[in-house]
């Protein structure tokens, strides 16, 4: 989490293939923090 800026196409693709290949609400809901930070906050990711 240091890094100065990350990849937001992998991040992107990560969270959807989390999203994806959960088959309980709790693996399907984890990836909501990082999507909503990159569309409010697109300036600190």
């Known amino acids: 989490m240091q890094a100065d800026r ?10 959807d293939a989390m999203a994806d290949a959960s088959i309980c609400g709790l693996g399907q ?3 909501n923090p990082i999507r ?5 906050f697109p300036d600190e990711v």
Do not use: I, K, S, T
């Not at 990350?6 to 969270?15: F, H, I, N, V």
């Not at 909503?36 to 409010?40: T, Y």
């Open 6 to 15: 990350w990849d937001r196409a992998l991040l992107d693709d990560l969270c």
């Open 29 to 31: 809901a984890a990836p």
């Open 36 to 40: 909503l930070v990159m569309r409010h």
